[in-house]
């Protein structure tokens, strides 16, 4: 593996301000029905928030302090190993409009959590060889990045595909899955809390 030439605080924090600024254009082109768009922010999102890892990605190294509002999710265990669907997630109802996506995901009343462990919240579980594996906000972000960008391809990111479709959201006749549209609402917060530190 090569060695990374380390960058500046000048450098690191344009490369942020490029990053945020991609997340928030995505969301935009995702939330008007440019549907590729979600696979552009979890690459953004990898970058921010995980790459190398937490610790040494760019939030980590330019914004230690920063903390999120934490998942308001609910999971629940599968009837039989066979189940398909293993996701139950926030009661809340989903709308989604052209141009705007509201659903509670986020629990904007609680105490929001340091980076490192809310990135290990669990948002889903889904169900592989017939045995659960529970999905961090990480891993969602991790599998979206690699497996839907290219980066690697295996069977796990067909499992998660299919048992993360639901709950899905139609619209216009198309459908959009959990996976999907949870990359958007995390991106979302993720640039919210950024601008929020920096004062922009």
């Not at 990605?57 to 230690?64: A, H, P």
């Amino acid at each position: 593996m090569k060695r990374r030439i380390p960058l500046s605080p000048t450098e690191l924090r344009k490369a942020l301000m490029a990053s945020v600024e991609s997340i928030q254009l995505n969301i935009e082109g995702y939330l008007s029905g440019k549907r590729a768009g979600w696979m552009a922010v979890a690459n953004q999102l990898y970058i921010l928030l995980c790459d190398p890892n937490p610790q040494q990605s760019l939030l980590g190294r330019l914004l230690s302090h920063i903390s999120f509002y934490p998942l308001k999710t609910q999971i629940k265990r599968p009837k039989t190993k066979n189940d398909v669907v293993w996701l139950m997630h926030s009661p809340a109802t989903g709308h989604f409009d052209k141009g705007n996506l509201s659903i509670e995901l986020f629990d904007v009343t609680a105490a929001k959590m340091p980076m490192k462990k809310w990135l290990k919240q669990i948002i889903g579980v889904h169900n592989y060889e017939g045995e659960g594996h529970y999905t961090s906000i990480e891993n969602l972000i991790y599998f979206a990045r690699n497996q839907m960008g290219g980066g690697h391809l295996d069977p796990e990111w067909d499992a998660i595909t299919k048992s993360l479709e639901f709950p899905a959201i139609i619209m216009d006749g198309i459908t959009y899955p959990f996976y999907e549209w949870a990359i958007i609402l995390v991106g979302h917060i993720v640039i919210n809390e950024v601008k929020s530190n920096l004062g922009t």
